[in-house]
């Protein structure tokens, strides 16, 4: 198996950045792209919007089947929801796309036929847009699923430095919630973003704990750049770097990793203000940041998202900055941004 992650690791574009997965995807997507063209815009559209409402359908109905296989063939919870959702996603894509080609396509659609060349070609190649659409919305779902399993660090690690496969799952972070509450059982309720909102008193049980982990000091460096670039692109002046205030976020990450918790607050009670005094970190203003995600460009995306963590990395209050990264493996990378005047 280690030869086989080998080769895949070794099959890329060094020229261009793509790796492994985003040559998979690419042949996909021209599968998909020459099925849209041979089906042509309406039919291409209308297996679209099947699609789109059977994802959707699944999410709303999965409970009813969840519970039906729990009470008939004892499955555990976490399971019954991912069967749940997969049984009512399929039998709806059956439905809707008999519903769509045997009936509103052929009822009617299929009399119209282009005859001008012109109108023909632009009919192809809608069809083929709307397929690579499709193509492109299923990706996105199962490597966001992909990327939330507590499995391989290599195929996270694939997902994580693939430019198409990157681009598309950070685009799926209104969806991680709704996708936890169905695999998350399933997946040890690990998920594409995770947050707190700054000074809420909230805290998410993880469902597992850790001590296999390491500082990531190249990841701490992205993210500070990261930020300084939101401040000085809008005019606010870069903050500096504190060595207390690293040294308390490092310890702050460390900490929920190793206990199985996510919050401002430590079991104990501490709160950020109580962690930075006892780092020696003297301040009048304070603020803190966390996500756990499985990488910087999603962390800070999903942070810039968010007002409240947007106002702390965009407070002109702020001088000081300790960024800390440490790196779960399977189960992503714990970030934590303490800010002082």
């Not at 559209?45 to 009813?64: P, Q, V």
């Not at 083929?128 to 919305?137: K, N, Q, Y």
């Not at 990327?147 to 990157?166: D, E, M, Y």
Request: hydrophobic residues 50%; glycine residues 8%; charged residues 15%.
């Amino acid at each position: 198996m280690t030869n086989f992650f080998e080769i895949l690791s070794n099959i890329s574009l060094p020229s261009s950045g793509l790796n492994w997965l985003d040559l998979v995807i690419i042949i996909v997507l021209a599968f998909y792209a020459l099925e849209g063209y041979s089906l042509g815009f309406i039919a291409a559209l209308l297996d679209l919007i099947g699609f789109i409402s059977s994802f959707i359908i699944g999410l709303k109905t999965y409970s009813f089947f969840s519970k039906a296989l729990i009470k008939v063939f004892s499955i555990p919870p976490g399971f019954s929801n991912a069967l749940g959702f997969l049984i009512a996603a399929f039998i709806a894509e059956i439905i809707i796309g008999l519903i769509f080609r045997k009936i509103v396509y052929l009822k009617y659609f299929s009399r119209f036929t282009f005859k001008d060349s012109l109108l023909k070609n632009i009919d192809h190649l809608l069809g083929l847009l709307f397929g690579v659409f499709s193509g492109l919305i299923l990706f996105a779902f199962l490597l966001t699923i992909v990327i939330a399993l507590p499995v391989s660090v290599f195929l996270k690690h694939s997902v994580s430095t693939s430019k198409i496969g990157n681009f598309l799952v950070s685009k799926t972070a209104g969806f991680e919630k709704d996708l936890n509450n169905v695999f998350g059982g399933a997946i040890n309720e690990t998920i594409n973003f995770l947050t707190v909102e700054p000074g809420a008193n909230e805290v998410v049980n993880l469902n597992f704990k850790t001590r296999n982990f390491s500082a990531d000091p190249s990841s701490e460096q992205a993210m500070f750049t990261l930020v300084n670039n939101e401040r000085t692109s809008r005019g606010f002046m870069a903050l500096t770097v504190d060595t207390k205030l690293t040294k308390v976020a490092k310890d702050h990450c460390r900490d929920m990793f190793a206990r199985g918790y996510f919050s401002h607050y430590t079991p104990e009670g501490l709160t950020p203000f109580d962690r930075m005094a006892q780092g020696d970190a003297y301040f009048t203003y304070a603020g803190e940041n966390l996500a756990l995600a499985p990488n910087v460009t999603i962390a800070m995306q999903g942070l810039m998202q968010s007002l409240g963590h947007r106002a702390n990395i965009l407070s002109a209050n702020f001088g000081k900055i300790g960024v800390g990264v440490i790196d779960g493996g399977i189960y992503g990378q714990m970030f934590c941004q303490e800010f002082t005047d």
